[in-house]
Nanobody, 115 residues
Framework: QVQLVESGGGLVQAGGSLRLSCAAS????????WNWYRQAPGKGRELVAA???????TYADSVKGRFTITRDSAAPLMYLQMNSLKPEDTAVYYC?????????WGQGTQVTVFA
């Protein structure tokens, strides 16, 4: 089993930046990649950024050029640097990892962007 804990969310003015972190613990050796999802009020959960092991990063069109997903090479940590934030980026952001045949999720961290 893998446990994921996100941090770094908060309230920020449009145009500002935030850096989200995701720390994994447990059976982290099985992690096959790292993903960030988000869910805005009244909407479904959407994939924001993906970083597969040994693969290339991918981003949702809505965040390309503004968000960057990275991982720590020495520890089970992942980050999402979010720049030029917009009110439409307001959502709960979730860390996600596939591990064998299971998808693991963090509890989510709220990001609120005001104009």
């Amino acid at each position: 089993q893998v446990q994921l804990v996100e941090s770094g969310g908060g309230l920020v003015q449009a145009g500002g930046s935030l850096r989200l972190s995701c720390a994994a613990s447990g059976d982290t050796i099985c992690i096959a990649g790292w993903n960030w999802y988000r869910q805005a009020p009244g909407k479904g959960r959407e994939l924001v950024a993906a970083l597969p092991n040994g693969g290339s990063t991918t981003y949702a069109d809505s965040v390309k050029g503004r968000f960057t997903i990275t991982r720590d090479s020495a520890a089970p940590l992942m980050y999402l640097q979010m720049n030029s934030l917009k009110p439409e980026d307001t959502a709960v952001y979730y860390c996600n990892t596939p591990c064998y045949t299971t998808e693991y999720w963090g509890q989510g961290t709220q990001v609120t962007v005001f104009a």
